[in-house]
């Protein structure tokens, strides 16, 4: 497999996708560039280096030079792999997830290709809307929300670590026909006498309908919480884009590692409860309903495969980890703060202070 990097025209340097101008740029001569200006350019040099290419040469990353880490790290090996960077020739180690990160030595943006071939070439990506400042920034808002956080949780160290990663999603469309009962209830109270009176009636209700579901997202990461993806859903589908590679230049990308049969039943779920919902909006003048009963079918069911924008955060407290996830298009952000229970103790001692001081000057009032 090979390593991409994105090197400017101009000066040589590395280019990434800038989420503000949604263009393509180089923070060492601040030119810009949009993608079909970038494929057209890459799709030359490809074009020249396949007509002048040594048919002997190895490629750097081909899995024949990976290293023989023998029976003891057979574990590692097969969750890894080795690349070579372009820009200083440092040996780059990945996960086998992983299909767009960091050169560890000179820090320049690296693609790993082969990861994004075949089946796991996205159909669609979602680019970057929202910067790292920004979403530092909108973090820093939302922890003063919070008053008992550990005081590094906001610090300049922790705060660095914010990644921004493109996530692997299937996108599951069909038309849904759904059957619903269930019994519904009419509640009449009057007073006679020294009596309460409640008349209860009783009727069957019946619908059925026809639903278009379009693009229903569960991520196909496996060690990204599907709870926390949730938290920051919608997405603008609007804004998506045929896929290309040069979104991932700057960032970081995960292949997905749970297939779309494994997810299904979380999509069936949530059309299963839209249904419901759309169903339980046409029904009314009833006190209550119960004995729900719904069937659904599936027809003309399609999936698609995409990469969506979101800035991660992870943070250790208390032998408990901690995950934060902002949607880098809407900056929608999600995630359960940590308790600093030294804060939360202090904050009751000085509560419980306050409360005795002025309990003692109202009684001094009342003796005096």
């Not at 393509?24 to 079909?36: N, R, V």
């Not at 990353?61 to 969750?79: A, K, V, Y």
């Not at 049969?261 to 046409?282: F, L, S």
Request: glycine content about 8%.
């Amino acid at each position: 497999m090979n390593t991409v990097q994105y090197k400017c025209p101009y000066c040589g340097g590395e280019m990434v996708f800038k989420p503000e101008q949604q263009k393509f740029g180089c923070d060492y001569c601040g030119s810009y560039f949009e993608e079909a200006e970038i494929a057209k350019m890459y799709e030359e040099m490809n074009k020249m280096a396949e007509d002048t290419a040594d048919p002997n040469a190895k490629t750097l990353g081909d899995e024949s030079d990976f290293p023989d880490f023998g029976e003891e790290g057979s574990e590692f090996s097969e969750q890894t792999r080795l690349y070579t960077c372009d820009s200083c020739g440092a040996q780059i180690i990945a996960e086998e997830t992983e299909s767009a990160t960091f050169c560890y030595y000179c820090h320049n943006p690296v693609i790993l290709a082969g990861r994004l071939t075949g089946k796991y070439k996205p159909n669609f990506v979602i680019p970057f809307s929202v910067t790292k400042e920004k979403a530092v920034d909108d973090f820093k808002s939302w922890c003063k929300k919070r008053w008992f956080l550990p005081g590094d949780f906001k610090s300049k160290q922790q705060l660095e670590k914010m990644s921004g990663v493109y996530v692997p999603f299937w996108l599951t469309s069909c038309n849904a026909d759904a059957r619903f009962s269930c019994i519904g209830e009419k509640r009449r109270s009057w007073s006679s006498g020294d009596y309460n009176i409640t008349e209860i009636s009783e009727f069957a209700v019946k619908r059925s309908g026809s639903f278009t579901f379009e693009r229903v997202p569960a991520d196909g990461a496996n060690k990204i919480e599907d709870a926390l993806m949730n938290a920051v859903e919608p997405y603008n589908y609007k804004e998506m884009r045929d896929f290309s590679m040069q979104y991932l230049s700057g960032f970081m990308a995960e292949k997905y590692d749970v297939e779309w049969e494994q997810v299904i039943n979380r999509t069936k779920a949530r059309i299963h409860e839209g249904c419901k919902q759309k169903i339980h909006e046409t029904i009314t003048g009833y006190s209550s309903t119960k004995a729900e009963r719904m069937d659904v079918s599936y027809r003309n069911v399609d999936r698609e495969y995409a990469l969506m924008p979101v800035w991660f955060m992870h943070y250790s407290y208390g032998g408990k980890n901690y995950d934060f996830a902002m949607n880098a298009q809407t900056g929608k952000l999600a995630g359960t703060p940590p308790l600093s229970i030294p804060k939360l103790l202090g904050f009751c001692v000085g509560l419980f202070a306050v409360l005795a001081a002025i309990l003692g000057l109202i009684g001094g009032f009342l003796l005096g």
